[in-house]
């Protein structure tokens, strides 16, 4: 069985610092993993997606995500943190096994302090 | 513009009463999806369909029913048997070339409160 687990459920940052969200996976197969972007009151839109290609996937509005095996580790970055990007931010991991094969993450809630 | 459409925003139903979620895509999307998201926790899936005339049950489908006449449309009927069914529903949609892959496309979500 897969699994995900994001590590914070809440961060913090000031405006213009760097942006960290971890997210580890477990998986039996080579997943395919995502990380998706949720405003408030909206519905979640692709940030990035890792598919077996290139370990380090850029995404849109800055955003990148590492996959690391070994660490079994897709965390998202950005190296300066804007206001708009205040939103929550899931981790999906999927087995490639169709619509009941992903797994979401519960979520962290990224905030911006001016 | 491409997109799904979910409606009612906001919908309030009372206790033993059925209501019916629309779900519209205009992206030729085979696959189309109805997820619950509940405050602090991932989204889980109720139903979803990968062809017209087929649909299958999720990990949460008790008290929830589907349909898929049309390629466009998947409405999601929350009945009175559903014993919580306050929350956030979202529809999504994936193409054929995605639909193992997992990369899905959201509509803005359809919040149900039960008074």
């Known amino acids: 069985a897969q699994s995900v687990t994001q590590l914070d459920s809440h961060v913090s940052v000031s405006e213009g610092t760097p942006v960290l969200l971890r997210c580890n996976y477990s998986s039996s197969y080579s997943p395919s993993l995502f990380w998706y972007v949720q405003h408030p009151n909206k519905g979640l839109q692709l940030l990035l997606k890792y598919t077996s290609a290139a370990t380090l996937v850029k995404g849109i509005n800055g955003f990148e995500a590492e996959f690391k095996k070994s660490e079994t580790s897709f965390h998202l970055t950005k190296p300066s943190a804007h206001m708009s990007d205040a939103a929550e931010y899931f981790c999906v991991v999927s087995e490639g096994r169709g619509a009941d094969g992903l797994t979401f993450g519960k979520g962290t809630h990224l905030i911006i302090q001016p | 513009d491409g997109g799904i459409t979910q409606s009612p925003k906001y919908l309030f139903r009372k206790e033993g009463q059925n209501v019916t979620l629309s779900c519209e895509q205009n992206l030729n999307h085979d696959a189309m999806y109805w997820y619950r998201q509940d405050p602090g926790q991932g989204l889980r899936l109720i139903y979803y369909s990968q062809i017209v005339n087929d649909f299958q049950k999720g990990d949460i489908a008790e008290g929830y029913s589907v349909s898929r006449e049309k390629k466009e449309s998947f409405p999601l009927t929350v009945t009175s048997a559903q014993k919580n069914p306050t929350a956030f529903y979202l529809c999504?949609?994936?193409?054929?070339?995605?639909?193992?892959?997992?990369?899905?496309?959201f509509g803005e979500g359809s919040r149900l409160t039960v008074l």
């Open positions: 999504a949609s994936s193409s054929s070339r995605d639909t193992y892959t997992g990369e899905l496309f």
